[in-house]
């Protein structure tokens, strides 16, 4: 026990490489803008345009799949190039060129374009970025360092909801429901937080040179450890039943939340994400990922037990808050073991591979939770994803994930 509360008193103490506080000020710059104008989309399609929610399901889905086989090349291309700063500033650069063409949306179909593009940024950043952290913080760090990055981005995400719910008060008072004009000023104030954050990534930012790697994206793959696969396969098991957050903000709206209730409600999760998720991470790295791991699952299928069955506005305030403790325990510790289990020449594709498996389960997750929200109700979706998520914890208890 002293020699653990020696080893954590360390890791506490180390300062993190300034590169990785770097990457955390681009994914809270990032995460404000994504939270002002992307979190809303699902209200702005049920309330301004009229959208049923089994279409929302499917543009949710088809959004974040879109960024699955992007994810795969740009994180192969990380590898055998060596330039990941240069894929993930294009990454970040294309989503927030495209989202303020959301401030012109007058149907469904521009607001999927939009959609599509952004994530396609998406889709071109996040192998490279990861594989970035993992190259510069030492092993006994990586949890500490991921934790920190996720930490960054839901202080952003945090910081935007609040300033959205200010000027949606100034803009629809109490109203219920999102007005289109309303929306348009959030979407005008998600451009300059997006400008900013290309400019962090541009000029503090700075990238070792690694070896690249030579060969196909297949001899690479096979080139992976097995554990490696496995964890990969049970976290595709979790992530089916891991629907669009759209789906949660929706719930709330049946309990009736007005819109400034929504922004808040979102902003207390992202705030217990931000204070939960470098701790996680940290103690992944002195106790291990899989508890951690498991820990965050296992709250998961609680509190979308919760949200299948709540029946009143403080019992959305409650779920939403542990759900903040599923982020901060997951989050961290999942990106690390990647790194755990995989060479340092291959890390770039490893984590292509991470995050493909994060969205690739995205469309059929988001239109199945649509489909069964239409067809029998608003628990429905709830009680399907606390069912996988306990599925994948008996998964990932049968992986020997390495220390």
């Given at each position: 026990?002293?020699?653990?509360?020696t080893?954590?008193?360390?890791?506490?103490?180390?300062?993190?490489?300034?590169?990785?506080?770097?990457?955390?000020?681009?994914?809270?710059l990032?995460?404000?803008?994504?939270?002002?104008?992307?979190?809303?989309?699902?209200?702005?399609?049920a309330?301004?345009?009229?959208?049923?929610?089994?279409?929302?399901?499917?543009?949710?889905?088809?959004?974040?799949s879109?960024?699955?086989?992007?994810?795969?090349?740009?994180?192969?291309?990380?590898?055998?190039?060596?330039?990941?700063?240069?894929?993930?500033?294009?990454g970040y650069?294309?989503?927030n060129?495209?989202?303020?063409?959301?401030?012109?949306?007058?149907?469904?179909?521009?607001?999927?374009?939009?959609?599509?593009?952004?994530?396609?940024?998406?889709?071109?950043?996040?192998?490279?970025?990861?594989?970035l952290?993992a190259?510069?913080?030492?092993?006994e760090?990586?949890?500490?360092?991921?934790?920190?990055?996720?930490?960054?981005?839901?202080?952003g995400?945090?910081?935007?909801?609040?300033?959205?719910?200010?000027?949606?008060?100034?803009?629809?008072?109490?109203?219920?429901?999102?007005?289109?004009?309303?929306?348009?000023?959030?979407?005008?104030?998600?451009?300059?937080?997006?400008?900013?954050?290309?400019?962090?990534?541009?000029?503090?930012?700075?990238?070792?040179?690694?070896?690249?790697?030579?060969?196909?994206?297949?001899?690479?793959?096979?080139?992976?450890?097995?554990?490696?696969?496995?964890?990969?396969a049970?976290?595709?098991?979790?992530?089916?039943?891991?629907?669009?957050?759209?789906?949660?903000?929706?719930?709330?709206q049946?309990?009736?939340?007005?819109?400034?209730?929504?922004?808040?409600?979102?902003?207390?999760?992202?705030?217990?994400?931000?204070?939960?998720?470098?701790?996680?991470?940290?103690?992944?790295?002195?106790?291990?990922?899989?508890?951690?791991?498991?820990?965050?699952?296992?709250?998961?299928?609680?509190?979308?037990?919760?949200?299948?069955?709540?029946?009143?506005?403080?019992?959305?305030?409650?779920?939403?808050?542990?759900?903040?403790?599923?982020?901060?325990?997951?989050?961290?510790?999942s990106?690390?073991v990647?790194?755990?289990?995989?060479?340092?020449?291959?890390?770039?594709?490893?984590?292509?591979?991470?995050?493909?498996?994060l969205g690739?389960?995205a469309l059929?997750?988001?239109?199945?939770?649509?489909?069964?929200?239409?067809?029998?109700?608003p628990?429905a979706?709830?009680?399907?994803?606390?069912?996988l998520?306990?599925?994948?914890?008996?998964?990932?208890?049968?992986?020997?994930?390495?220390?």
């Open positions: 026990m002293a020699q653990t509360a080893l954590q008193d360390k890791l506490n103490v180390v300062p993190l490489d300034p590169t990785v506080r770097a990457l955390g000020v681009v994914s809270l990032n995460d404000f803008s994504s939270e002002v104008a992307v979190r809303t989309l699902p209200l702005f399609l309330n301004v345009l009229g959208v049923r929610i089994g279409i929302i399901g499917l543009i949710e889905g088809i959004a974040e879109t960024a699955t086989l992007l994810k795969l090349a740009s994180g192969h291309l990380a590898d055998r190039t060596g330039r990941k700063k240069a894929l993930a500033l294009w650069g294309f989503s060129l495209t989202k303020p063409l959301l401030f012109f949306a007058t149907s469904w179909g521009l607001v999927l374009a939009v959609r599509f593009l952004d994530r396609v940024g998406k889709g071109i950043r996040s192998a490279p970025r990861d594989a952290i190259d510069i913080t030492p092993p760090l990586r949890g500490r360092a991921f934790g920190f990055n996720k930490a960054m981005d839901k202080t995400g945090f910081l935007g909801l609040i300033v959205a719910a200010a000027v949606l008060y100034l803009t629809q008072q109490d109203t219920l429901t999102l007005t289109r004009e309303s929306y348009q000023w959030l979407v005008l104030l998600a451009v300059l937080p997006g400008l900013a954050a290309i400019g962090v990534m541009a000029w503090c930012v700075e990238e070792r040179p690694r070896a690249s790697i030579k060969g196909s994206a297949a001899l690479t793959w096979s080139q992976m450890d097995g554990r490696f696969w496995a964890f990969i049970v976290l595709t098991i979790f992530m089916l039943g891991n629907s669009s957050d759209a789906f949660l903000m929706l719930r709330a049946t309990v009736g939340f007005s819109t400034i209730e929504i922004f808040l409600v979102v902003a207390a999760f992202s705030l217990v994400v931000a204070l939960t998720s470098t701790k996680g991470g940290t103690l992944s790295d002195t106790l291990g990922r899989r508890g951690l791991i498991i820990a965050g699952w296992l709250i998961y299928a609680v509190i979308y037990l919760g949200f299948a069955f709540a029946s009143q506005g403080w019992h959305i305030w409650i779920l939403y808050a542990g759900y903040g403790l599923y982020y901060g325990a997951f989050l961290g510790a990106s690390a990647v790194a755990d289990l995989v060479s340092e020449r291959l890390r770039g594709t490893a984590y292509g591979i991470f995050n493909a498996a690739v389960a059929p997750a988001s239109l199945i939770a649509g489909l069964l929200w239409d067809w029998y109700g628990s979706p709830f009680l399907f994803g606390a069912a998520a306990v599925l994948a914890v008996i998964g990932l208890l049968l992986i020997p994930l390495r220390r």
